[in-house]
T-cell receptor, first 112, second 115 residues
Framework: GENVEQHPSTLSVQEGDSAVIKCTYS??????FPWYKQELGKRPQLIID?????GEKKDQRIAVTLNKTAKHFSLHITETQPEDSAVYFC???????????FGKGTMLLVSP | ETGVTQSPTHLIKTRGQQVTLRCSSQ?????VSWYQQALGQGPQFIFQ???????GRGNFPPRFSGLQFPNYSSELNVNALELDDSALYLC??????????????FGEGSRLTVL
């Protein structure tokens, strides 16, 4: 099955700085890479995703880049705000299924 | 559009007991996946149901079982509860076969504590 590694496990930044979270995956057939944000005590919510036919996707302050050759993808958050503080999970499809394998998460703390 | 709903939100059981968790999928979604999220970890895939059949299973023992009903709602049953089963159980619905295959919509979860 798919194996997803996520780094770093924790990330502290000052408000206004950029944050980058990186993930690697093992299955070269994977073609869909979402990022979820989970606030304390809440459900994971999709914030951005990318499919394998593009290398980058942006949505306001967040962007995702994908390198299929190297089998890694990254989440970029610019101009961070305290409300960006949460745990972020990357994911990739389980081989043969329309479900996902998740990374272990990155706790992002944005200090005012 | 109705989102994914789960019940109960919290429950406490003792070792050896059995538990049933319930999930109503988002309107129009035909596939339900269940995940276990231990404290400080990412969600771990338990199994998926599509058209009332199990359509994939993660590395969980047979005492974890499930059902999907004709209205696409689902149940997760866990027998012979162990302390390590304490976790947040997340249900996620999706539309199999659509252009956005892979997108999961999560419920708020059922937090199970086993004493």
């Amino acid at each position: 099955g798919e194996n997803v590694e996520q780094h770093p496990s924790t990330l502290s930044v000052q408000e206004g700085d950029s944050a980058v979270i990186k993930c690697t995956y093992s299955d070269s057939a994977s073609n869909y890479f979402p990022w979820y944000k989970q606030e304390l005590g809440k459900r994971p919510q999709l914030i951005i995703d990318i499919r394998s036919n593009v290398g980058e996707k942006k949505d306001q302050r967040i962007a995702v880049t994908l390198n299929k050759t190297a089998k890694h993808f990254s989440l970029h958050i610019t101009e961070t705000q305290p409300e960006d503080s949460a745990v972020y999970f990357c994911a990739a499809p389980n081989s043969g299924y329309s479900t996902l394998t998740f990374g272990k998460g990155t706790m992002l703390l944005v200090s005012p | 559009e109705t989102g994914v709903t789960q019940s109960p939100t919290h429950l406490i059981k003792t070792r050896g007991q059995q538990v049933t968790l319930r999930c109503s999928s988002q309107s129009g979604h035909n596939t339900v996946s269940w995940y276990q999220q231990a404290l400080g970890q990412g969600p771990q895939f338990i199994f998926q149901y599509y058209r009332e059949e199990e359509n994939g299973r993660g590395n969980f023992p047979p005492r974890f079982s499930g059902l999907q009903f004709p209205n696409y709602s689902s149940e997760l049953n866990v027998n012979a509860l162990e302390l390590d089963d304490s976790a947040l159980y997340l249900c996620a619905s999706s539309l199999e076969g659509g252009p956005n295959t892979g997108e999961l919509f999560f419920g708020e979860g059922s937090r199970l504590t086993v004493l």
